[in-house]
């Protein structure tokens, strides 16, 4: 009996293993994300403010100019390196969005930065996005939303972890957002802005921006001036270098894509700093994100 008990169970086993490496190549998958996204792919995951057309022709040109001019100063000797705070290792891991939430997305790694920063280290703060995009009645789902629209909803409401059974205790104290604000336009400004908060962007996304950081995911992405437009995406700037003019931004499309799901993009393009980029400030005054579950 007890023979027969042991083969059963044995060859129970056997027949669950496809089942157990499926499931935990899907988690992973699920985790990691592709390398490559498609058109169709990366449509369903954008869905930050899209520009009029005359919207984007003033801001163009001004971008243009801009970029001309600090050209130009560099040339001079005027531009020079500043030194900021570590964002990257301050950002929570990089996650697979899944739908069009990337301004939600954009918005907690924008706070989850903040708040380790507040701390002093990397305590794995991990916020709920679909918390914000369930709950947000100021606008904004998955299929696309404001920065701003999130920002107002981590300030005026609590926003729950998405990992409350493993976060560590820190006395019961509850965060907020006590304040946020819109940049001026400029590479200066989000520079400025770096030195006190990293900075939540959108940008005008190309069919040529996936290949290219798949294809070379350390290199500076430029547009290619041909591809078409696909959707404007939200995403986290972290940092940058002036050597080579760009910034370095955290995805939300999973760590198998780009540099480990971070990639660079140069100053003046893709309208980066020109359509909507925010900043915020947390403290612990009222309640925002429990840092004991």
């Given amino acids: 009996m007890k023979k027969y008990l042991f083969q059963v169970l044995l060859i129970t086993l056997i027949l669950s293993i496809p089942y157990i490496v499926s499931a935990n190549i899907a ?16 449509k369903s995951m954008c869905g930050a403010y899209r520009l009029t057309q005359s919207e984007f022709v003033k801001l163009k040109a001004q971008q243009d100019s801009m970029y001309a001019e600090y050209k130009k100063s560099k ?51 991990d916020l709920s996005e679909m918390d914000i995009v369930n709950n947000n009645t100021s606008g904004g789902d998955c299929d696309g939303g404001l920065l701003s629209y999130a920002l107002y909803y981590m300030k005026n409401s609590r926003v729950l972890t ?12 509850y965060y907020s957002v006590t304040d946020y604000s819109t940049l001026n336009t400029g590479i200066s400004a989000i520079k400025t802005a770096l030195n006190s908060s990293p900075v939540a962007a ?67 393009e893709c309208l980066i700093e020109y359509r909507i980029t925010k900043k915020a400030i947390v403290s612990s005054d009222n309640c925002f994100a429990k840092i004991t579950p």
């Fill in 202 to 268: 959108s940008f005008e996304l190309y069919e040529d921006f996936s290949d290219f950081c798949n294809t070379y995911p350390d290199s500076v992405y430029r547009y290619d001036g041909v591809s078409d437009e696909i959707d404007p995406h939200a995403i986290v700037i972290v940092d940058y270098n002036d050597d080579d003019d760009y910034w370095v931004c955290k995805n939300s499309w999973g760590t198998a894509w780009g540099d480990d799901g971070y990639f660079k993009i140069g100053y003046g």
């Fill in 162 to 173: 998405e990992s409350d059974d493993d976060f560590p205790n820190y006395d019961n104290t």
């Fill in 75 to 125: 040339k001079g000797g005027v531009h020079k390196i500043a030194s900021i705070p570590d964002w990257k290792s301050l950002m929570s891991p990089v996650e697979v969005q899944g739908c069009g939430n990337c301004w939600a997305h954009a918005s907690t790694g924008l706070v989850e930065g903040l708040l380790h920063s507040y701390h002093g280290s990397n305590i794995g703060i």
């Fill in 27 to 42: 988690d992973d998958l699920k985790d990691k994300g592709k390398a490559y996204y498609t058109r169709e792919e990366i």
